[in-house]
């Protein structure tokens, strides 16, 4: 039976938030539309969709003839896309092997307010932490951002804020 490698993507803007393989594209999408597991990046992005009316579109990669085989590809698939700066919800983006580098280009409007690009390139850090600290409260996107701007995932953050925020963290990292 042969093996599909494919991509969860944003159905408006194609942004892809995750790989996976799966012998039956029909049931694995199901379970990934009914899956509730707490604490699960790629559960709550597909809840937010959801809350917005939208569901996941899901797009077959390849079609390997083996278990191993389709493995091996997935993996190829995540780092491409970590390269390409995707921010993925699976397990594996926050290994330090997939650390992707951010584009050397800013989003930024102003000199009062920054990116998550700006964030990547300032502190070195991946656009899946961006998001983590996001998703804990430490991070606090301006509530002014756009509804266009939020849905391409183009969040703009105080300046002083971020650098406040961030800069006691590595402090407190440094300390231990």
């Not at 050397?104 to 390139?121: A, C, L, R, Y």
Request: aromatic share 8%.
């Amino acid at each position: 039976m042969p093996e599909y490698v494919y991509v969860l993507a944003h159905p408006l803007t194609e942004e892809v938030g995750y790989v996976g393989i799966t012998n039956n594209l029909y049931l694995r999408f199901k379970a990934h539309l009914e899956d509730r597991s707490p604490k699960n990046a790629k559960v709550n992005w597909i809840k937010n969709l959801k809350r917005e009316g939208l569901i996941p579109s899901l797009r077959v990669l390849e079609c390997p003839n083996t278990l191993e085989s389709a493995e091996e590809r997935e993996r190829y698939w995540i780092r491409y896309y970590l390269d390409q700066g995707a921010c993925l919800t699976n397990t594996l983006c926050t290994a330090p092997q997939y650390k992707h580098t951010a584009p050397q280009t800013t989003n930024s409007q102003s000199n009062e307010t920054m990116s998550v690009i700006d964030i990547m390139q300032k502190y070195d850090v991946s656009r899946m932490t961006v998001y983590r600290r996001i998703k804990e409260g430490v991070l606090i996107p301006i509530a002014s951002t756009s509804l266009a701007l939020r849905r391409q995932h183009k969040l703009l953050f105080h300046r002083k804020d971020v650098e406040q925020l961030l800069n006691k963290e590595i402090e407190l990292a440094s300390a231990s």
